[in-house]
């Protein structure tokens, strides 16, 4: 089953590097795409969108028009760690 996610914060492939890994990490995720103009993700599998929206907004990525200050901050480590990949 394909869910897209409209989300806030993608800024660069470093962004993407982070998303990916986390969210391939989710049991029955077997593919993400993410496209960083539009901060859109999409997902294949079989899985809860609750547990994709949670993990995204634990890194800094919410739901458009759901972030503030500290997911801004949160997605600038993430962004970090997926850049030295």
Known sequence: MEQIFI?????CSGCV???????LKIKNITHVE???????ITINGDVDKDAVVNKLTLMGYPE????DL??????????????MK
């Open 34 to 40: 993410v496209n960083i103009e539009k901060e859109l």
């Open 64 to 67: 458009k028009g759901n972030n």
């Open 17 to 23: 590097n982070s998303i990916k890994d986390a969210l």
């Open 70 to 83: 500290i997911k801004k901050t949160k997605s600038y480590i993430s962004c970090a760690i997926g850049k």
């Open 7 to 11: 989300v806030e914060n993608i800024k």
